[in-house]
C-alpha cells in the first residue's frame, strides 16, 4: 500500500527507497540499502533482472508508477535516455504516481541536455531532479562505497544528505545547476576509457615483446604508467574473465560517445578519446559488446 505521507520531498522513518533499474549498478546499490535497514522497492525493464531482484528477497513492483507511489524517492539507474524517457514519463511512469516520490536521482551516465530536460519536465509534476550519476562498479556499490557527482539545489540536495552518504562514500557536488553532474561525469568516463584502452594496448604489447604479461602488470600497477581502470580491468583479462555482469563493454563505449559528442559541442578536439572509442566499437563490432569492457585487450591480440 502507498504511504500516507503527503510530503514527499523530505526522508520519513517508514518511507521506502526506490530503485529503478536493478542491473549491475542498481542491484548493488539496493542490497546496500537494505542491509541499512532500509525499506526497498525495485523495478527493472528486463523480467530476468526482476527475478534475480525477488530471489534476493527484493520488492519488485509491476510499474515505475507503482514503485514510486510507495518510495519517497526514487534512483534511476538505467542504460540511457530512451529507457529513463520510459520509467519517468511512459504510460505507467514515476510522475503518474498520486502522492508519490517528489524527489528522483538520475545515477545513469547522459547527455546534460537530456539530464536538463528530464528535469524541467519533472518539475512540471512538482518532482525535484538530483542529477547523480556514479562511478566505481558493483562491488564497490554494494559496500556504499562509489563516488557519486551530484548537481542539484541546496534545498533539493539537503534532506537526502545522509542517504546519499550511505550509497556513495565520495560524494563530489560539482554546482547547483542540473546538468554540470552529467558533464563531470562524461569528463570522467573519457579519461577512463583512454585509459582502459591505452593500459590493454600496454599490456598486448607486453606479451608480444616476449614478457611475462603478469610480470607486466605487477610492475605497471606499482609504477607511472598505473591507473586505477587499469589495475582493475587487466586483473579480469590476465585471468580471460569477461563475465558480462559488471562493467559491459557497449556501456564504456555509449559513455565516450556522449563524452566526444560533449567536447564537440564546444569544440573542444579529442584525438585521444576519439581513437579510444574507435577501438571500443571495434570491440562491439566483434561481438563483445556484453562482455565486460577489459575485452578490448582481445582486438589487441587478435
Known amino acids: 500500500m502507498p504511504l500516507s505521507t503527503r510530503d514527499r520531498s523530505a526522508p520519513t522513518a517508514d518511507a521506502a527507497i526506490g530503485v529503478i533499474g536493478v542491473g549491475a549498478m542498481g542491484m548493488a546499490m539496493a542490497l546496500n540499502l537494505r542491509a541499512r535497514s532500509h525499506a526497498v522497492c525495485a523495478r527493472d525493464l528486463r523480467p530476468q533482472a526482476e527475478a534475480e531482484a525477488r530471489a534476493t528477497g527484493l520488492t519488485v513492483c509491476d510499474s515505475p508508477q507503482a514503485l514510486a507511489a510507495q518510495c519517497a524517492i526514487v534512483f534511476v539507474v538505467v542504460v540511457d535516455a530512451p529507457q529513463i524517457d520510459a520509467v519517468l514519463f511512459g504510460a505507467d511512469g514515476v510522475v503518474h504516481a498520486r502522492d ?33 550519476p556514479i562511478s566505481g562498479g558493483p562491488a564497490r556499490a554494494r559496500a556504499g562505497a562509489i563516488s557519486m557527482m551530484l ?35 562524461l569528463v570522467n568516463n573519457l579519461l ?61 563505449t555509449k559513455d565516450l560517445g556522449l563524452a566526444t559528442a560533449l567536447a564537440a559541442s564546444v569544440a573542444h578536439a579529442t584525438p585521444l578519446g576519439d581513437a579510444a572509442l574507435a577501438r571500443l566499437r571495434d570491440t562491439v563490432a566483434r561481438g563483445w559488446g556484453e562482455l565486460d569492457d577489459a575485452a578490448v585487450i582481445r582486438t589487441y591480440q587478435a
Request: proline residues 5%; charged residues 20%; contains cysteine.
Open 192 to 252: 577512463a576509457g583512454i585509459n582502459l584502452v591505452a593500459g590493454a594496448e600496454a599490456l598486448a604489447l607486453s606479451a608480444k615483446l616476449g614478457l611475462d604479461p603478469r610480470a607486466t602488470y605487477e610492475l605497471i600497477r606499482a609504477s607511472s604508467g598505473a591507473s586505477w581502470i587499469f589495475e582493475d580491468r587487466m586483473a579480469r583479462a590476465l585471468d580471460e574473465d569477461y563475465t558480462p555482469a559488471r562493467a559491459a563493454a557497449h556501456i564504456l
Open 100 to 132: 508519490g516520490a517528489r524527489t528522483v536521482a538520475l545515477c545513469s551516465t547522459i547527455a546534460p541536455p537530456d539530464t536538463q530536460r528530464f528535469a524541467a519536465r519533472l518539475a512540471e509534476h512538482g518532482i525535484a531532479l538530483i542529477d547523480a
Open 151 to 185: 548537481a542539484a539545489p541546496a534545498a533539493t540536495l539537503a534532506p537526502w544528505q545522509a542517504l546519499l552518504a550511505e550509497l556513495a562514500a565520495k560524494r563530489f557536488v560539482v554546482g547547483a545547476a542540473v546538468g554540470d553532474a552529467a558533464k563531470a561525469k
